[in-house]
């Protein structure tokens, strides 16, 4: 969640930070007009002033510009207060090229003191102020600069709601947070200007803080469909998961994996495993080996042990049986000897399953000791080999799960070999 808020907060400046110098920021948000007409008026002498520094600032040499300008604050007892105004914003626009972001804030708020200050002068300093408490990450104060800003102007645009809206996210007012962003959607459409990726990306964020699972998907849907990557993609599938609807999560998953999108090992075998919850094992089988096949998935004992299970649920017995013989002799781990052992009774495969599970059990450390033992005495049976098998039901006897069948077992075995003997044929 921290990188998805880093990610926002980006997307968010880079949409309503100035990049030109602010003192000659023009707001396009219609303005009340003043109760009272303030003469605009430069000196000749100021209006020098200012086309120097304007100069100095145009060519980069922020120094010479700030000196300009600091020698005409200095006579700040001649100057009325649209020169003192003009004088602090440009003085803003240096400071802010400078990176002096608390320089700049206070040039802003020289402003707002001034009596006289003109009504579009104010209302611009009112608006960067509540910029750079965000960029402060002071984010309370930034929300109560905009609603300041906002009572003062008839239109608001898009790009300050959403301003608005993130400082809220940032407090963690996600309530707050959410009616911004709609309001900021609205105004779009009705200028006729298209929705960004960050607005929708930040309501997305929203709705999840808030447990709104239903409308964060139709969020992400929407961005799916208009800005489509993998991210929106993963977070889609992701959510998706969340809400219990698996069937929904492995379609967004197949149509990201269709795409190209999905490249990490784990997000292919947890589509795959999807796959095979969903009773899709041939689609699993496929993506695994595919995976193996272009490097995607390591060929490992776990992962051949993943593709064995889809092959069981796709009724490839045949086919599981190689799979499982590599991932033990990769592993050498006894738990997969077991795998194989048991594939190999499926099949009715009693030699090479004696083998198997005989392996497994002279490795060790298996948690059901007593059902290998019930399934190894159950191999030699059907290979007729009754004194092996006898003595795999009776170490079985040992384990309490399995002590009662492995007695009947025993008194099997022994009834058999009576019969055999009887007859001569043991």
């Known amino acids: 969640m921290r990188l998805l808020q880093a990610t926002l907060l980006s997307l968010i400046l880079a949409t309503i930070l100035i990049s030109a110098p602010a003192w000659g920021a023009d707001d396009d948000d219609k303005r009340r007009k003043p109760p009272t007409k303030v003469t605009e008026k430069l000196s000749p002498e100021v209006y020098q002033k200012i086309e120097e520094a304007q100069t100095a600032l145009e060519e980069k040499r922020f120094n010479d510009a700030e000196a300009v300008m600091n020698e005409l604050k200095a006579k700040g007892d001649k100057l009325n207060d649209y020169e003192k105004a003009q004088t602090y914003n440009f003085l803003a626009a240096i400071h802010y090229e400078q990176g002096r972001t608390q320089a700049t804030i206070e040039d802003y708020i020289q402003i707002l003191k001034l009596e006289n200050a003109p009504e579009q002068i104010r209302n611009n300093a009112l608006f960067r102020l509540a910029q750079l408490y965000f960029v402060e990450e002071d984010y309370a104060k930034s929300v109560r600069i905009l609603d300041e800003w906002m009572s003062r102007v008839d239109s608001v645009r898009p790009e300050a709601h959403m301003l608005k809206a993130q400082a809220y996210y940032q407090l963690e007012q996600y309530d707050q947070a959410e009616g911004p962003v709609i309001t900021a959607m609205t105004e779009a459409r009705r200028r006729e200007q298209p929705l960004q990726e960050n607005w929708l990306a930040l309501l997305r964020a929203i709705y999840y803080e808030q447990g709104k699972y239903k409308s964060a998907v139709k969020v992400l849907s929407e ?121 190999q009774v499926a099949l009715y495969r009693w030699a090479d399953a004696a083998e198997s599970l005989n392996k497994a059990l002279s490795i060790g450390g298996l948690e059901r000791t007593g059902s290998v033992y019930m399934q190894l005495g159950t191999a030699y049976f059907n290979l007729e080999r009754y004194g092996p098998a006898l003595q795999a039901f009776k170490e079985a006897r040992a384990y309490e799960d399995y002590a009662s069948q492995a007695r009947q077992w025993v008194a099997f075995v022994n009834q058999e070999i009576k019969r055999q003997r009887a007859i001569g044929q043991y």
């Not at 993506?287 to 051949?304: D, K, M, P, T």
């Not at 045949?318 to 990769?330: D, F, M, N, T």
């Not at 050498?332 to 052992?341: I, K, N, V």
């Open 223 to 343: 961005l799916v469909e208009r800005w489509p990557n993998s991210n929106y993609y993963k977070q889609l599938a992701g959510m998706l998961g969340l809400m219990g609807q698996q069937e929904g999560q492995l379609y967004v998953m197949h149509a990201a994996y269709s795409a190209g999108m999905l490249e990490s090992e784990s997000e292919i075998l947890n589509m795959a495993r999807l796959y095979m919850a969903e009773d899709a094992p041939y689609p699993a089988t496929e993506v695994i080996q595919q995976g193996f096949a272009n490097g995607s998935i390591e060929e490992n004992a776990e992962n051949l042990q993943l593709l064995a299970q889809a092959m069981a649920l796709a009724k490839d017995h045949e086919g599981q049986i190689p799979v499982l013989e590599k991932a033990a002799r990769l592993s050498g781990e006894a738990r997969q000897y077991l795998y194989l052992g048991q594939a």
